[in-house]
């Protein structure tokens, strides 16, 4: 099986579409949604899933200029 790019497609990003998207690793994806306020939290889907709303992780990057430049 061929590993497939990460698809930004869709509505809900995983940790690791964040994760690309801000060009940080997966944990520092975590460490924010603690950390950080503001910060997008993720929705639970199901038991183990849980995933960021696009539109709410770059409604935040267009928020706050600046802040991962």
Known sequence: ????PHQSNGR???D???ADHFAVSRPTVW???KD???FP????FGVQAK???KVEVLAYEGDEPGYLQ
């Open 41 to 44: 939290q993720p929705r639970r």
């Open 12 to 14: 809900w990003w995983r």
């Open 51 to 53: 995933r960021w709303d």
């Open 36 to 38: 950080v306020p503001g």
């Open 31 to 33: 460490n924010w949604t």
């Open 16 to 18: 690791t579409q964040v």
């Open 1 to 4: 099986m061929k590993n497939k």
